[in-house]
């Protein structure tokens, strides 16, 4: 069982920046790709940005190519993505996941585990 908690949502203006967090608790392990999502209004949830907690590699959808980081400290089994230069179209609800990894780490069904989820709104 994993329990995953973001935080660091909130409400700024376009070109701003924000730094969300997800804590993981319980049994995590360092096998296990962390990801991010998001989910607009009316809109599908999309993949964002994953990490692999054993190999170190990070991968990114285009969208978010060169302005979002994902990072991770495993001493504190949290996870994080940096948001600079963010968009009035980055504006949803971030989700952070756990799952095995893989091939597969673009899509929701490879993760196991959800957070709650976190609101960035980003005003023009």
């Known amino acids: 069982q994993v329990q995953l908690v973001e935080s660091g949502g909130g409400l700024v203006q376009a070109g701003s920046s924000l730094r969300l967090s997800c804590a993981a608790s319980?049994?995590?392990?360092?096998?296990?790709?962390m990801g991010w999502f998001r989910q607009a209004p009316g809109k599908e949830r999309e993949f964002v940005a994953a990490?692999?907690?054993?190999?170190?590699?990070?991968y990114y959808a285009d969208s978010v190519k060169g302005r979002f980081t994902i990072s991770r400290d495993n001493a504190k089994k949290t996870v994080y993505l940096q948001m600079n230069s963010l968009k009035p179209e980055d504006t949803a609800s971030y989700y952070c996941a756990a799952g095995p990894g893989g091939t597969n780490y673009r899509r929701q069904s490879n993760y196991d585990y959800w957070g709650q989820g976190t609101q960035v709104t980003v005003s023009s």
């Open positions: 990490i692999s907690w054993s190999g170190g590699g990070t």
């Open positions: 319980g049994r995590t392990f360092s096998s296990y790709f």
